[in-house]
């Protein structure tokens, strides 16, 4: 059983770059969620998608962030003019909806670091 | 709107000590509890969840009981081991019509010594 998979595992950048990421959810899940996690925090929801809808944006999600799942598969978070204070790990969860309790599988992250 | 609170840490104890870790929330409507954990170095596992009232969810050795007239969902082990030394996160998730996302506490880290 293959579980939820990211890439890059850590990005170093500085700040004003474009940054993507990559998540791949398990494959018969049809919700991906995306999480902002800071040190010493828990995780933050940033946005859902169900296929290919994106179905809810937090507002910690400015304009510069954007996330996309062509095709309901994988998923990609950009992050545009990064900042210093985008550093953070960024999760990804899938799910189904088929039994209702919505259990998260999450895979083991992106670490940013913006210089 | 829907929030977590846990206990802050960092939590020490000996091996073979008892362990409580307390966790209250705010929610509307019937929310889904869950406890994760993070081991160093690893991504975010699911420990145990309850989904209604008066559940008891239970995975290696870990017990949280789902109160709904106490707003709590308290993580304990009887006996923790060197090996549970990991950060602990409670968390809920909303009805369907809130999508499912998780709220998530600020976690609390345990650290066990031999």
């Known amino acids: 059983d293959t579980g939820v998979s990211q890439d890059p595992r850590h990005k170093i950048t500085k700040r004003g770059q474009n940054v993507t990421f990559r998540c791949d959810p398990i494959?018969?899940?049809?919700?991906l969620y995306w999480y902002r996690q800071t040190l010493g925090q828990g995780p933050e929801f940033l946005t859902y998608?169900?296929?290919?809808?994106?179905?809810?944006k937090s507002r910690l999600l400015s304009d510069r962030f954007s996330a996309e799942r062509p095709k309901g598969s994988f998923s990609t978070l950009e992050i545009q003019r990064t900042e210093q204070g985008d550093s953070a790990m960024y999760l990804c969860?899938?799910?189904?909806?088929?039994?209702?309790?919505?259990?998260?599988?999450f895979g083991p992250g992106t670490r940013l670091t913006v210089t | 709107g829907n929030s977590v609170t846990q206990m802050e840490g960092p939590v020490t104890l000996s091996e073979e000590a008892f362990l409580t870790i307390n966790c209250t929330y705010t929610a509307t409507g019937y929310p889904s509890l869950f406890w994760y954990v993070q081991y160093p170095g690893e991504g975010l596992q699911l420990l145990l969840k309850?989904?209604?009232?008066?559940d008891k969810g239970s995975n290696k050795g870990f017990e949280a009981t789902y109160r709904k007239e106490t707003t709590s969902f308290h993580l304990e082990k009887g006996s923790v081991q060197v090996s549970d030394s990991a950060v602990y996160f409670c968390?809920?998730?909303?009805?369907?019509?809130?999508?499912?996302?998780?709220?998530f506490g600020q976690g609390t880290e345990l650290s066990v010594k031999p």
């Open positions: 494959s018969e899940h049809n919700r």
């Open positions: 998608f169900q296929n290919e809808a994106q179905l809810e």
């Open positions: 309850a989904t209604k009232a008066d």
């Open positions: 968390a809920l998730s909303g009805s369907y019509n809130q999508g499912g996302k998780l709220i």
């Open positions: 969860a899938s799910s189904t909806t088929g039994t209702g309790n919505y259990e998260q599988y």
